[in-house]
């Protein structure tokens, strides 16, 4: 996958040069200096092979051959890093993609947005409660949500732990698929407790044994298991934000000629971060890693040329991926010139639709919460989109949990601001809980089928 020619230009920590928003300020430069030593020391989560595999993965989405699911949590917690979070995780992402396999006939590359998920960017530097101001809360790699002075100091020693966490998340993750549970002739682990109460229960059910019956018709038609010939995959991401971080891990892989961000497979750029000359375009453009960038609605023509023209200097199909998140009601407007923009600037991009961000809203009592109906809009109108201009749109990025929480309103069971404070565990952005997250991949198998049909 050799995509990002050697830079004479560039290296780990050449972004120290530039300006980049988001970092933390830490009252203790020496500590800091020790933990991104120790850091950089330790053995790195994912392997270069790995990365390689996944860019071929995303080569495929781009040429409309697979299909991307990118989800877990906004943020993940130290104090969530449990094997019981975690098979929630993974169980409701193999769920969706067990569904989205049905409906589009297509691999899924399955993407979590966990194990280093940690660091947060916001939109102030501090925060105000009754007269006391202090720092911002900026994700458990960083500081603690508790509004006190002592939780919300930045503690470099936190950065150690978040990558130890990261790890214990991954190995547990790779243990499990190893050890069969992703078997796709047992699907019947993947079930949640509470999910024989819900409204798609019966839905997914019929699913589920729809696709068995077509294992067995394979396998009996081969002559061979199907696992034989696909090991269910699943790769790790994270919003690559704290530089330090991001750069402790940063190797040079003698094999490849190339530097690899080994914390993870795939590393994006959030849509604060992303200015052209920031330090965080500086870093991403010399890792070989396959890359995203979120785009908003303010991203402009201009702007994407020179984007893509940085990121992806060669054109190599699976590199990049634009991550677009309009919100419902810019979609119609800013979308098509954005597929025209890349276009014309000869960019090869990986298109994915991330129809929470721009959906943010706060209830009257100051909660803040993502309308179910506003995230179909958005994700169904992308889909109609790319397919009238020609586009391939190869993947949606989400924000869910296998946890029953109640974040986001409407979905099947109607829910509504007031169930908001039931269970509500995000400490930054809503969730998509269980059901919710299984019915956005129905609708996106529905919307499959139909097109085929049309
Ligand atoms: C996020 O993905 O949690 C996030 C902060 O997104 P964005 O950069 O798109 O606002
Ligand atoms: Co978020």
Known sequence: ????????????????????????????????????????????????????????????????????????????????????????????????????????????????????????????????????????????????????????????????????????????????????????????????????????????????????????????????????????????????????????????????GRWYNLSTHLPWIGVRTAGLNDGHVEYFRGIVNPIAVKVGPSSDAAYLRELTRVLNPEATPGRLTLIHRLGAANIEAKLPPLIEAVRAAGAEVVWVCDPMHGNTETTSLGVKTRRFDAILFELETAFKIHAEMGSTLGGVHLEMTGDNVTECTGGARGLSDGDLARAYRSTVDPRLNYEQALEVAMRISRHAEHARRR
């Open 1 to 256: 996958m050799a995509s990002v020619p050697r830079l004479s230009d560039w290296s780990p920590d050449s972004w120290q040069r530039k300006t980049s928003l988001q970092q933390p300020v830490y009252r203790d430069p020496a500590a800091l200096a020790r933990a991104v030593t120790a850091l950089a020391r330790l053995p790195p989560i994912v392997v270069s092979y790995e990365v390689d595999e996944l860019h071929r993965h995303l080569a495929s989405a781009q040429r409309g051959e697979a299909f991307i699911l990118q989800g877990g949590n906004c943020a993940e917690s130290l104090d969530d890093c449990s094997s019981e979070r975690i098979v929630e995780q993974l169980k409701i992402l193999l769920q969706m993609s067990l569904v989205l396999v049905h409906g589009l006939k297509k691999p899924i590359v399955r993407l979590g947005r966990m194990a280093g998920q940690y660091a947060k960017p916001r939109s102030t530097d501090t925060e105000t409660r009754d007269g006391v101001t202090l720092p911002s809360y900026r994700g458990d790699i960083v500081n603690r949500a508790p509004f006190d002075a002592i939780s919300r100091e930045p503690d470099p020693e936190l950065l150690l732990r978040g990558y130890e966490r990261a790890a214990l998340t991954l190995n547990f993750v790779r243990a499990l698929i190893d050890g069969g549970f992703a078997d796709l002739h047992h699907p019947e682990a993947w079930d949640l407790e509470f999910m024989r109460h819900s409204p798609k229960y019966e839905e997914y059910k019929r699913i589920v044994e729809s696709l068995g019956d077509s294992l067995n018709f394979f396998e009996s038609i081969t002559g061979r298991p199907v696992h034989d010939s696909q090991r269910v995959d699943f790769y790790a991401s994270h919003e690559g934000l704290h530089l330090l971080y991001e750069q402790a891990q940063t190797r040079f892989i003698p094999r490849r």
